[in-house]
């Protein structure tokens, strides 16, 4: 029994091939939504050598990987190493985690990202080796056309592959006069963002108030809009034209009246 | 017993190393993974044919190839803007079922706010990847701007309303929403919010408006899709011509008493006896609406006056009714589609019809 187990330790111990690793990595980094890169790309990485340096990072679904490169010195060659970490945090300069990939006896490593592919050229072993990733999924925002449909800038603009459905937030019976609607986007008096924006995780949509009458616009809320109704938030009437109450927009018997998170609400 | 309880942990556990050996060598063998790998961009190349496919619609090559069987098999007999088959599932399944060298394999399609996702396989059917594509084919956006709300004022007593959107992305759908997209919706929300409607499956009202929604219904449609009803004021920015301040009735032009009661305009009543109407029949607005004015009529969420929220213009009235004009609406309780739900103002009203049909289009806010 105990030859057995040691069988299957040593069999798990052998060594991984290139084809093996490209296939892993290639199995998730298509699905990466985020990318930094930490060295310049097009250039052959010699230096510093012999540290490790941060090539890349990618971010997946909920999790992010950090691509190290130990860069070759002398007769000490270089090696790629893969660290996953479980959520989505910066990685940091040096690795200081544990590799789920790594890649040995690499030299003349060159990373490439152009038009949403990322290639990693590199000689391992004395025989040249490319390894290629389509990054479908990484979208670098819109784009606003006039008379045009929008568009993202991302390899093939409307397309993702799918890897699970996202955290919605919101039902679409939550009111905003009944304190139920979720603020997806926060704007503070001096018209600086208060957090994230969240809203393109509003299932059922999102919709704008009038506040501080900011030039990029008011905080937002999910859910079914219901502007301009009695209790509910006025509709933005837009920060050119108008100011103070005159930027909402209410029914012709109600008025736009600040709320105590000076929100133009319709009473 | 002794000896079988030993032979048979010996056999089984022979079995589970021969398999896991057998496994290792696959496992250890490039060509296992260069063969995986080659699957999986093939897939991914796949993907970006359905993206084609997806978004140029009747214009692509496929669909001239499976055109005829696909409406055959929908029953659809009637000419319709087969532009409306852009960012619509109903080409992409007919491109599967009966294209006989299909760019991709579909296996599944599902909906999963804001995408519609086709599983693709490989031919061997070991591989498969999800693919998420978005239906932005027929939203227009709305240039940002100064806009009027409502018909000009007749004099200086009447509050003149005005609005702006700058620095927002608004977004409307370019035509009325259809039979068929409401299908999809049915398809895919099972929860209390469609309960009770009925569209029909097959036939030519498919690619026609739904009309036979209650107001609620029309707003949950878009909240499904994350959008809104569209609004009175922004279908007005989008309607009268060229941001014209002076706001002329007509969506063609800037002169106020160029009323031309062509059909190429107006799909008025008395269009009704020359052709069939359909989405898109007439000339788009200026900011590329379609139906501004005349075919069935249109319901709004109007902030600003509750009481008018249905476009009235339609071919319920004569070319030369009132009702064709621009910012000038009628009243629909959105509860029920017979007269007594209308209030025309008591403007060229003709009781001889049963039901009317209420249309309707969503729009949304897109972030930057």
């Not at chain 1, 990054?135 to 993202?152: A, D, P, R, W």
């Not at chain 1, 799918?162 to 939550?174: E, M, Q, R, V």
């Not at chain 2, 370019?174 to 209390?192: C, G, M, P, R």
């Not at chain 2, 009268?240 to 800037?254: A, E, I, L, N």
Request: charged fraction near 25%; aromatic fraction near 14%.
């Amino acid at each position: 029994m105990k030859y057995i187990i040691l069988l299957f330790l040593l069999a798990a111990c052998m060594n991984n091939s290139i084809e093996k690793e490209n296939y892993r990595l290639l199995q998730e980094w298509v699905y990466a939504k985020n990318i930094k890169l930490g060295v310049p790309t097009g250039i052959v990485v010699e230096r510093p050598p012999g540290a490790e340096v941060l090539l890349l990072q990618l971010d997946l679904e909920k999790k992010s990987h950090c691509v190290y490169y130990l860069v070759p010195f002398k007769t000490k060659s270089g090696k790629i190493t893969v660290v996953e970490n479980k959520n989505i945090t910066s990685c940091p300069e040096t690795n200081q985690g544990e590799g789920i990939v790594e890649i040995k006896n690499v030299n003349n490593l060159k990373i490439d990202f152009n038009n949403f592919n990322l290639k990693l050229a590199f000689v391992h072993v004395g025989a040249k080796e490319l390894m290629e990733f389509p990054l479908y999924n990484i979208n670098f925002g819109n784009v606003h056309q006039k008379f045009k449909s929008m568009k993202t800038k991302s390899l093939l603009s409307g397309l993702k592959l799918y890897s699970g459905p996202p955290n919605y937030i919101g039902k679409s019976t939550d009111r905003f006069s009944k304190g139920q609607a979720l603020r997806c986007h926060q704007v503070n008096p001096k018209c600086e963002t208060v957090g994230e924006f969240r809203c393109d995780d509003c299932r059922y949509g999102w919709y704008e108030v009038a506040d501080y009458n900011c030039p990029q616009g008011g905080s937002k809320f999910c859910g079914q809009n219901h502007c301009g109704e009695k209790n509910e938030p006025a509709c933005p009437r837009g920060y050119k034209l108008f100011e103070f109450e005159d930027t909402g927009i209410c029914q012709e018997d109600l008025v736009p009246v600040y709320n105590s998170d000076h929100i133009l609400v319709c009473q | 017993m002794k000896y079988f309880k030993r032979i048979f942990i010996f056999v089984t556990l022979s079995l589970f190393v021969a398999i896991f050996f057998l496994r290792k060598t696959q496992w250890d063998n490039p060509e296992y993974f260069v063969r995986k790998k080659t699957i999986l961009l093939n897939l991914t190349k796949s993907a970006q044919e359905l993206h084609r496919i997806w978004f140029d619609g009747e214009d692509s090559r496929e669909w001239g190839k499976v055109r005829n069987q696909c409406l055959q098999k929908y029953g659809i007999t009637d000419g319709f803007d087969e532009s409306m088959l852009r960012c619509h599932p109903l080409l992409l399944e007919c491109v599967n079922q009966f294209l006989d060298k299909k760019p991709f394999k579909i296996v599944n399609t599902t909906f999963q706010y804001p995408n519609y996702i086709f599983t693709l396989s490989d031919n061997s059917d070991t591989e498969k990847i999800d693919v998420a594509l978005t239906d932005t084919c027929h939203e227009i956006y709305l240039e940002q701007g100064v806009y009027s709300y409502g018909e000009a004022p007749k004099d200086h007593s009447v509050e003149d309303y005005q609005f702006d959107n700058f620095n927002r992305y608004i977004y409307f759908d370019q035509h009325l929403v259809t039979n068929s997209e409401i299908n999809e919706w049915l398809k895919f929300d099972k929860s209390a919010t469609t309960e009770g409607i009925k569209v029909e499956t097959v036939g030519n009202n498919l690619f026609l408006p739904a009309t036979n929604l209650s107001l609620k219904q029309m707003t949950n449609y878009c909240s499904y899709n994350g959008k809104q009803l569209m609004l009175a004021h922004f279908f007005d920015a989008a309607t009268f011509f060229s941001q014209d301040r002076t706001r002329s009735p007509y969506y063609w032009t800037k002169k106020r008493n160029e009323n031309n009661q062509s059909c190429d305009y107006i799909f008025s009543k008395d269009c009704l006896n020359l052709k069939k109407w359909r989405i898109n029949i007439n000339s788009p607005s200026w900011a590329g609406l379609s139906d501004s004015l005349g075919g069935v009529t249109e319901a709004f969420r109007n902030p600003i006056d509750f009481e008018s929220n249905l476009k009235a213009s339609s071919y319920y009235f004569p070319k030369n009714s009132s009702w064709h004009r621009l910012g000038f609406r009628a009243h629909w309780d959105g509860e029920g589609l017979s007269l007594r739900n209308f209030d025309f103002k008591g403007i060229d009203v003709n009781n001889t019809y049963d039901k009317f049909q209420v249309g309707f289009r969503c729009m949304r806010e897109v972030r930057p």
